[in-house]
């Protein structure tokens, strides 16, 4: 059982049915985009597989499905895009964990990339999957219009740069052993983490040809609002969690002397936070609740999940 798996069991019909598919179809779709003719070395090969088919809660990919089912596209339709933001979020574990970044040595329960190969091989890991990712969402399928996937290259180009993942990453970087205001740790975790997690939604709502504006304004919202309390709740599991049961070194962001919600607000003050960002994302769907509705039973069990 992955890392995560455990608590979907108590969560509504949607989690324990929809989401296990879901889950189960991206870890075939990624397979399959990890089979590249022609790679230029079997290791370079092998450890990106490695890195990205060592299963977890898949939360990006969840989002694109549940976002673009809502709006009524078929799953073959959203397989580029939840793939794509996965080998994105791939790509950024392992350079995260790189000595010259976050210095992890375990993640989803084994040893992170450079561990396994070296720091080298890591290095090459994530450019190629950030790249197979960009080179996956361009052949979507030709029943998403060409006009469409330049604007989901787009979204997700900006999720992850200097305004998105990047960035938010140089923030942090930035920000150790130093005291942040709040404001300034919610603008880290927005770029750092949230980014991607919009760009999700976003991806799943293009893909399946969202023409109302007044939707998508409303899952932009949804996206960032959800993916700040995502981020809020994994600081608090860096604090109450088990390694065991993360699947990565609980008290790593302590240990490190790095700003963290926990830090700068207090437990249960940042536990509020989780959820009242939830309610925000929450809310902002509720002129659409029936449509959206798993989209709002997915945001109240991230903010509730134990690993």
């Not at 059982?1 to 509504?12: K, R, S």
């Not at 060592?54 to 809502?70: D, Q, S, W």
């Not at 998403?144 to 305004?163: C, F, H, K, S, Y």
């Not at 942040?180 to 040809?209: D, F, Y």
Request: aromatic residues 4%; charged residues 25%.
């Amino acid at each position: 059982m992955t890392p995560g798996a455990e608590a979907l069991h108590a969560t509504p019909a949607f989690l324990a049915s929809r989401v296990p598919l879901y889950q189960k179809r991206i870890e075939e779709v990624l397979a399959r985009a990890l089979e590249i003719p022609g790679a230029a070395t079997g290791r370079l090969l092998e450890a990106m597989r490695y890195s990205t088919l060592a299963g977890g809660k898949r939360v990006r990919p969840v989002l694109v499905y549940t976002t673009g089912e809502a709006l009524g596209a078929p799953l073959e339709s959203l397989d580029a895009a939840a793939a794509a933001v996965e080998l994105i979020h791939v790509y950024s574990l392992v350079h995260d964990d790189l000595p010259a970044m976050d210095d992890d040595d375990l993640r989803r329960g084994r040893p992170t990339c450079h561990r396994a190969y070296d720091e080298a091989t890591a290095i090459l890991t994530g450019d190629a999957l950030q790249a197979r990712a960009f080179e996956v969402l361009a052949q979507a399928p030709a029943s998403i219009p060409a006009n469409a996937r330049i604007e989901m290259l787009r979204v997700l180009a900006d999720a992850i740069g200097t305004r998105g993942m990047a960035g938010g990453q140089a923030i942090d970087l930035e920000a150790v052993q130093k005291t942040l205001t709040v404001a300034e740790l919610e603008r880290m975790h927005r770029q750092k983490t949230g980014a991607l997690i919009q760009a999700s939604v976003l991806l799943g709502a293009i893909s399946a040809g969202i023409g109302d504006a007044a939707q998508r304004a409303a899952l932009e919202i949804f996206g960032g609002e959800i993916g700040l309390a995502f981020q809020i709740q994994d600081d608090i599991l860096d604090v109450e969690g088990q390694t065991s049961t993360l699947g990565k070194r609980a008290g790593a962001d302590a240990n490190r002397v790095k700003p963290t919600y926990p830090s700068v607000m207090g437990l249960e003050n940042s536990r509020a936070e989780a959820l009242a960002r939830r309610d925000r994302a929450t809310a902002a769907l509720t002129p659409w609740k029936e449509r959206f509705a798993h989209l709002s039973e997915f945001a109240t069990f991230l903010v509730s999940r134990a690993s």
